[in-house]
Every structure is written in structure tokens, then in C-alpha cells.
Nanobody
Framework: QVQLVESGGGLVQPGGSLRLSCAAS????????MGWYRQAPGKQRELVAR???????IYADSVKGRFDISRDNAKNTIYLQMNSLKAEDTAVYYC???????????WGQGTQVTVSS
């Protein structure tokens, strides 16, 4: 099992930036890929970025060039740097394994990101 805690969300103006963090209870990054997901009201949860066990990164088309996923293995932490934010980025952001919920990783509470002027 692994516990995941997201943080760093908040209210930001269009064009602004936020850095989200996801702290894991143990180091699983060497054996499994990790991802950032988001869910907007009335929509399905979607994968926006992932990082493999070897450090390769893959992004959804909607965030390419604006978001960057990274990790700090020593801190058991995954980050999502979000730049040039748009109103369409408003959602609750979650971290989890990729594929989701393997290794006993459960969905947490997520962190709210609101992009509005």
C-alpha cells in the first residue's frame, strides 16, 4: 500500500503559475510510473501528465508546453509545475500511480486549482 497527499493548489489568475506537490508514504518511483490526474465538475477524471520509473515524461495534448512533471526520489515527492494557466485548467488535481490504483494507491482528496480573474 501507499498513501498519497496532494498540496499546492489555490486560486490563480489566467496566465499565472502554480506548483503542485504529491508526497508518497514510500518510494515507489523506481518500480512504477506516476501520474497527475484532474477532474473538472461534470467531467471524467483525466490523465494530464505522467513520469515513468526511468524518468521519461508524457503529457496530454491540452497541457503540452505549459506543464512539467518531475520527481524527487529522496523526498518521495512528485511535482507538477503549471504555467500559463487557463480557465479550462480549473479542476481538482490528484496524483496516483500509472495505471491508477496499482500498488494499493488509493485516490486521495486532491487539491483544488481554480483559474479565474
Amino acid at each position: 500500500q501507499v498513501q498519497l497527499v496532494e498540496s499546492g493548489g489555490g486560486l490563480v489568475q489566467p496566465g499565472g503559475s502554480l506548483r503542485l506537490s504529491c508526497a508518497a508514504s514510500r518510494n515507489i518511483f523506481s518500480i512504477n510510473a506516476m501520474g497527475w490526474y484532474r477532474q473538472a465538475p461534470g467531467k471524467q477524471r483525466e490523465l494530464v501528465a505522467r513520469i515513468t520509473n526511468t524518468g521519461s515524461t508524457i503529457y496530454a495534448d491540452s497541457v503540452k508546453g505549459r506543464f512539467d512533471i518531475s520527481r524527487d526520489n529522496a523526498k518521495n515527492t512528485i511535482y507538477l509545475q503549471m504555467n500559463s494557466l487557463k480557465a479550462e485548467d480549473t479542476a481538482v488535481y490528484y496524483c496516483n500511480t500509472y495505471p491508477a490504483t496499482v500498488l494499493g494507491a488509493r485516490w486521495g482528496q486532491g487539491t483544488q486549482v481554480t483559474v479565474s480573474s
